[in-house]
């Protein structure tokens, strides 16, 4: 099988994470941009928009990393973090 991808369009992501599996966290890194990505795979054509994170000097695809798990707004993630927080406190 041969596959080839190509960036047709980026646009910024300015409020959006991409969500990591970390020892069994969750951890959010803040998405630089999405990228509307042309994939020919055995001569078939299909267009996917995906997100991208910085990693010192190199810009990746995130959702290529094993442990990446979503998208997701970084409003909500929050929420979500401050919600499991006081229910942590609850608990003790």
């Given at each position: 099988?041969?596959?080839?991808?190509?960036?047709?369009?980026?646009?910024?992501?300015?409020?959006?994470?991409?969500?990591?599996?970390?020892?069994?966290?969750?951890?959010?890194?803040?998405?630089?941009?999405f990228a509307l990505v042309e994939a020919v795979e055995d001569g078939?054509?299909?267009?996917?928009?995906?997100?991208?994170?910085?990693?010192?000097?190199?810009?990746?695809?995130?959702?290529?990393?094993?442990?990446?798990?979503?998208?997701?707004?970084?409003?909500?993630?929050?929420e979500e973090e401050d919600e499991e927080d006081e229910e942590d406190?609850?608990?003790?």
């Amino acid at each position: 099988m041969s596959s080839e991808e190509t960036i047709i369009q980026i646009m910024p992501a300015t409020g959006w994470v991409a969500v990591y599996d970390i020892d069994g966290e969750e951890s959010a890194e803040a998405i630089v941009c999405f990228a509307l990505v042309e994939a020919v795979e055995d001569g078939v054509k299909s267009r996917d928009v995906r997100p991208m994170c910085a990693d010192g000097k190199l810009i990746d695809f995130a959702d290529a990393a094993e442990n990446f798990l979503r998208v997701e707004e970084l409003a909500e993630f929050e929420e979500e973090e401050d919600e499991e927080d006081e229910e942590d406190e609850v608990e003790e």
